[in-house]
């Protein structure tokens, strides 16, 4: 990742992914499906859009076809460890990967990842969603690790991120279907999911999990 950090070109990531009408944005996330894009965090840029930090230090993530287009993420993502847990944890039949990120949690400016469940946005019938969490660091309260709500995925998601076609810009755009009935996740009852370097978390797709932003010196 240190590699393909020095390899992005951040003059060409940058305008595209913080273009000031948010339908241009929202390409850059949606296209990011099929490719390996990085996303900035907010305190790397100062107001100007310039880099405030060591490049190292500037991504959020890298998102989000990694899984079939690099051949240590992919390696990995086929090995014989992932195809026994699904197989014999989750119970697939026939697993699909359609999605991967690589995520920093960088010292200092490592931002928060709101309370959500992953069948919002990997929707199927019946829900079938499970992830893959793989701590490349040891992950504690200190450095922003993982939050998750016991007994959450009993419920499936009270929203989800669909796709339509923007009639007036002719791009395809996000939009939340949420039971306003509901409201917003709530996330009392969290416990930190604190693990040495070289864990592997499964979740439930409808696992109710958050993280806080890393304020520490540490990764």
């Given amino acids: 990742m240190a590699r393909l950090v020095d390899q992005f070109d951040i003059e060409k990531e940058r305008p595209e992914q913080f273009e000031t009408k948010s339908y241009g944005r929202e390409q850059y996330f949606l296209n990011s499906a099929w490719k390996m894009k990085p996303f900035f965090e907010v305190d790397a840029l100062d107001k100007d859009g310039k880099l405030q930090v060591d490049r190292h230090m500037a991504f959020n993530k890298v998102g989000h076809a990694m899984h079939d287009l690099h051949p240590a993420f992919e390696s990995f993502s086929y090995s014989q460890v992932v195809k026994t847990l699904c197989r014999e944890v989750f119970q697939y039949k026939s697993p699909a990967l ?120 540490k990764q």
């Fill in 98 to 217: 359609v999605q991967s990120m690589y995520i920093f949690k960088n010292p200092r400016i490592g931002g928060e990842v709101g309370p959500h469940k992953d069948s919002s946005y990997l929707i199927t019938q019946p829900l079938s969603c499970n992830g893959f969490w793989v701590s490349l660091d040891e992950a504690t309260k200190e450095n922003g690790c993982m939050w998750g709500v016991p007994g959450s995925h009993a419920l499936g998601p009270n929203e989800y991120f669909r796709v339509r076609k923007n009639e007036e810009e002719g791009l395809m755009e996000t939009f939340k279907d949420m039971d306003e009935s509901v409201g917003d996740y709530k996330a009392e009852g969290a416990v930190p999911l604190e693990v040495p370097a070289g864990s592997i978390v499964l979740l439930n797709g409808s696992f109710l999990h958050y993280s806080e932003p890393n304020t520490s010196e």
